[in-house]
């Protein structure tokens, strides 16, 4: 796992809940804590984080990991604006993870090991994404969706008829967006 | 330590820390600007290599332009690329090549269509851009821009992006390669600039293609004169062969030629040694018979006069025999008998008075025997010097009627010595050869 993603879990507990509750989920998940955005981590620390999170908040890892990806966009579109500057709606932000985000994710970080996606865009009003990632990360992807919507003043309807957790092969999402007024922040 | 001491130092450590994240995210945007330009610049040298060693490897300049749209499609993630050709014996005219790359056919085929049809001027449309400035240029969005014609012909052509560079053999564009995304996209300075790159980099090959096109020309050239060398060579050796065959039969005919003239030679030398024994013996005849001849003529005619030498002779011969001359003898002994009185002799003895009137007689008839005798001499004289004369004569006729020969000296020599060998042995000479 790369340093980026523990640094923006550092990031939005501290903007929730203070500094001292990110050290308080280092000295619970008994991880020392000294990250950059640039180096490499066991998966395995983010999810004993996940863990206590959970455990300190009351909500399911999968919860957390949500909620992460939902706080962690409006982080990202201020890191990196370029990805988001072309686009007006959540659904062609999306279409460019494979083509645009991932290679510049993978340019940042080499041997980054981004997940899978692909895309059904036969329909105009639900965009059908598939998911596959060895790390079953998939409702960190509905939280950054969710976010991204916000980013673009939409709303975003999620089913997730197939999921990994669920013993399928890949999780599938049929996203449908509604415009809900101004952009979020 | 007071609880506001406290209270102080934890506030300090609280901006410290604050310090350091910011600083830590500050080096990590330095780090990933760093990692984003690195991954930028090997994805560039990549693709050049890539461009290069395919370029290097391809059959044909069309293969080079094949792989170097494909390269720089995946490498951009643009769908659309394609070729311009400089045309034929010209500079500024660009005709569309059948090079394309194109991720989903179906979805470009109108583009493709209309390109196709299309030919461009320098100045004209993004490909004649690029023609008349030698330089990559960039369209951000085809369907907004004045100087695009194909997206006149078309509500919708699927392109909006553009770019497109220059290939430059040298200094001269000779293909314009375009590239298109689905979407307008602002202008990237560093693609453009791999763009220049790779169109030099292709460049090379066009140079290489007409390096290897006039090496080829001269090639042919020079297998051309080889061919035209070695048929003269050819002609020059059968013509050789020729010459030695014609030498040769001359040869054989030289030395038949020859041996056939020995022979004469052999043949004429006997025949001309013959011929001088011949000659000789003829000049011998031939002397012999002068000889004779003249001696013949010479003994006739001196025959005759001998007649009238030997009358001549024969009158003095009796002429003397009956001279009277002895009768002075008789006198003279009758002087010497009366010596001693010779005047009384000659007075007084009857005999001896008659004596001086005989001896006067006798003086007159000697006179006149002398006389006689000194005609008939005149007359011998004559008849001799006659001899003389024929003699001459008959020597002249010789030396007139002689033929003339080359002799050898020395043989001639040797003749006369022998000739007067008698005379030579007579007096005593010894003669000395050398």
Partial sequence: MKGIIFNLLEEVVTQQFGQSSWDKLLDTAQIDGAFTSLGNYPDEHLFKLVAAASVAMGHSPNE????????????????????????????TFLLTLNGIIHPEVRKLYPGADTPDFDFDTSSPDVLVMGYHSKRKLCSLAEGLIEGAAAHFGETVGIRHPLCQHRGDASCRMELSFVKSGSPGS | MTDAALLVELEQLRKRAERERRARQEAELLAEEGMRQLYARQRQLELLHVIADAANAAASIEAAIQGTLNQICAHTGWPVGHAYLVEENSTVTLVPAALWHLDHPERFAAFRKITEATRFQRGEGLPGRVLESGRPAWIVDVTQDSNFPRARHAIEIGVRGAFGFPVLAGTTVVAVLEFFSREPAEPDEVQLNIA????TQLGRIFEREQASERLLAVNNQLHQ??????????????????????????????????AELNAEIAFREKAQRELEATHKRLLEASRLAGMAEVATGVLHNVGNVLNSVNVSATVVSENLKKSRACNLSRVAVLFEQHAADLSAYL?????????????????KHLAGEQAEMLKELELLKKNIEHIKD????????????????????????????????????RHSVQVIRD
């Fill in chain 1, 64 to 91: 957390i990991v949500r909620w992460f990806g939902t706080k962690a966009i409006p982080l990202l579109a201020r890191k990196y604006p370029a990805f988001f500057q072309k686009h007006q709606s959540t659904r």
């Fill in chain 2, 347 to 363: 007075t007084a003895d009857p005999k001896g008075r008659r004596l001086p009137v005989y001896l006067g007689q006798l003086a």
């Fill in chain 2, 390 to 425: 024929i003699v001459a004569m008959q020597q002249s006729y010789a030396r007139v009627s002689g033929a003339t020969e080359q002799v050898n000296i020395a043989d001639l020599i040797e003749d006369a010595l022998r000739m007067n060998a008698g005379a030579l042995a």
């Fill in chain 2, 196 to 199: 220049a790159q790779v169109g």
């Fill in chain 2, 225 to 258: 004169q080889v061919a035209v060398r070695q048929a003269a060579q050819e002609s020059l050796r059968q013509a050789h062969e020729q010459l030695e065959r014609r030498v040769e039969e001359r040869t054989k005919e030289l030395k038949s030629a020859n």
